[in-house]
């Protein structure tokens, strides 16, 4: 069964309740900052294991001091769906950074 791509209203409304997060195009998106490399790799470590429990993996990127998230949902023609909005606030309850 296909998910179903939300409206743009509907990501403006979610994204309000997510502090960080921005829509890049079909992507929902939050670069977070650490004091060290380790311990960006360390949330980035943690941000796949709560993506694993959740059957929905984001694209990470690992930089010096900083990690990228970006979910889409490959399911819905790469749109943004309430499987994104939902992951990126389990990834909010993780409680990053912690420097």
Known sequence: MATSALSDTDITQALSDLPGWSRDGDVLTKTY?????????????????????????????????????????????????????EAAAAIEGLGYPKG
Do not use: M
Request: no cysteine; charged share 15%; proline share 2%.
């Open 33 to 85: 900052s650490f004091s060290s490399y380790l311990a960006g790799v360390a949330f980035a470590s943690a941000v796949g294991v709560v993506s694993e429990g959740l059957d929905h993996h984001p694209d990470l990127h690992i930089s010096w001091r900083k990690v990228t998230v970006g979910f889409s949902t490959h399911d819905a023609g790469s749109k943004i769906t309430q499987k994104d909005i």
